[in-house]
Structure formats: C-alpha cells, structure tokens
C-alpha cells in the first residue's frame, strides 16, 4: 500500500469513533480495558480518562510501558487491548516494518518535539561541528531534521513532504556547519543530553526528565500544519468491538480536554 493510501486510511480509522455516543453497551462493561501508555504526559492523562471512563461505565486500567519494551508489540500480541502513546508516522512506519494488524481508532493530541540544550540557548548558536544528537526512528528523525532546516542549518533533498514520506541522514542536502548528527533510541536522548551540544526529544521523554517544550526547549516543532497526532490504537480484529466506541468518548470528553489545556499550557494540545 503507498504511503498516502496508508496514512489516509488511518486517519479515516481516527476519525469514525469521534462521533459515537452513549455510554458503555452491557458487553462493555465487564470488560476491563487494558490500555498500554509510557510514563509521564500519557500516564497522568489516562488518570482522567479512566476516572471519565467509569462514569460512562467502562473499566479501564492504563499499563505503564517502561524501557524499550514496546507497546505495539504487546498490543499485537493481545497482551493489551489498546495502547495510546504514538503519532500516525509512527504506527505507520511499525506497521510497514514490523507486520502489525494495528488500526487507530481516534485521535488523542498532539505532542511538540523540541530541542533541547544545556550549554546553548538557540540553534542558531550552535558552533561549526556541533553534536546534535536526533532520534534513530524514522518518523521522529523526520521531526529533527525538518526543525534543523527550518531554522536554516540543513537542507533536506527536494521535492520532501512530511505528510507523504520520511527523511533520513541520507536526504540531507547540504550541512554548511558540518553538524555531527548522532543517532539514538528516543528512550535514551534525555540521559545523553549532557554528552552533546543539543538533542531532538519526543515530549514524552523529556516530560519524565522534567523538560518543557515551551519552556525549556531552544528549537520546538511548529503545533500548526503538523501531521504528527497521536492516536489510540487497537487490534484490527477489535476496531468494531463495543467497548472502543466509548473508550475513545472518554478521551475525546470535554473534561479530558481541560485538563490537558490546564496542566500542560500548550506543550501538548488537544486534538480533538
């Protein structure tokens, strides 16, 4: 399937549950739900998703995924029911990898990469060969590289489109500065940040070492025209069953949405 294709039949697959009403069906309601999220931004929203959820009569129990065990993978696997931590790119990129029978059923929010720095205060301040450390994932690497040209420091080959395709360190056209671009896991740029000049960290990793996006990050992703939304995902097999309907209602709820906007001041937005 070409990547548009793919990308717009997620989307579709985002969008389908949004408008489901009611609470719970009876068959819903003695199930308990086990939702696979990383620690931090997702865990605390899940809190209120959960308690949101138990009014409407369904049991979910959010699973705390740590390390690089990977959530996808226990989803597919039938070790969860759901999991909710992850952009489109990024389920699109696992499910063209790895084979999985995913589909997403809802959108969640979206969640701003950044830079981040402690010996520099912009991009535009980094020295001639500094070491940038960026995510080795395919779509979290597109997000740095696309900040790194938009603030002028590289040049991604021609024609490149976010919303259709990735870019790699192989698209990058032109590095004037002669920046080292290190790879990593996500899970550990946090933990590096003192061994580089500057790293590119996912929001859900620099939540858990204590960093902000609007407030700590030197370079953060733009929230406007940004294809990277974060969704719920299930297991083909259960998209019609009758406890996402209201699973994906509890997060899209009004009171979800106040908390997300209250506590975290636009570093995360709601996207729904």
């Not at 489901?20 to 739900?33: C, F, H, R, Y």
């Not at 912009?122 to 938009?150: C, H, K, Y």
């Not at 259709?164 to 920046?179: F, Q």
């Not at 979800?256 to 570093?267: A, D, E, N, P, T």
Request: net charge positive.
């Amino acid at each position: 399937m070409k990547r548009r294709s793919l990308l717009s039949a997620l989307l579709a697959g985002a969008t389908i549950f949004s408008l489901a009403l009611g609470g719970a069906p009876a068959a819903a309601a003695d199930k308990v739900i086990k939702v696979g999220v990383r620690g931090g931004v997702d865990e605390e929203i899940w809190e209120v998703v959960t308690k949101v959820a138990q009014k409407q009569g369904l049991n979910v129990q959010p699973i705390v995924i740590t390390g690089t065990a990977s959530p996808n993978e226990a989803l597919n696997n039938g070790d969860l029911d759901a999991n909710s931590f992850q952009h489109i790119p990024f389920l699109r990129d696992q499910i063209k990898q790895r084979g999985y029978k995913l589909v997403t059923v809802g959108n969640t929010l979206i969640s701003p990469i950044a830079f981040y720095s402690r010996k520099f205060k912009s991009l535009e301040a980094l020295p001639a060969g500094a070491r940038i450390g960026i995510p080795n994932d395919p779509s979290n690497q597109t997000r740095a590289l696309v900040i790194l040209r938009d603030h002028g420091l590289i040049k991604l080959r021609e024609g490149f489109d976010p919303f259709t395709g990735t870019a790699t360190l192989a698209d990058v056209t032109a590095n004037p500065r002669k920046l080292e671009l290190v790879e990593s896991a996500s899970v550990v740029l946090a933990r590096s940040l003192p061994d580089v000049d500057a790293a590119a960290i996912v929001n859900t990793f620099a939540y858990q070492a204590g960093l902000i996006a609007t407030r700590d990050g030197i370079a953060v992703e733009r929230k406007e025209h940004n294809p990277y939304v974060n969704v719920i995902a299930v297991r083909e097999q259960d998209r019609n069953a009758p406890w996402v309907a209201p699973l994906v209602k509890a997060y899209q709820s009004e009171e979800v949405r106040r908390f997300i906007l209250s506590k975290y001041q636009g570093s995360v937005i709601p996207a729904f």
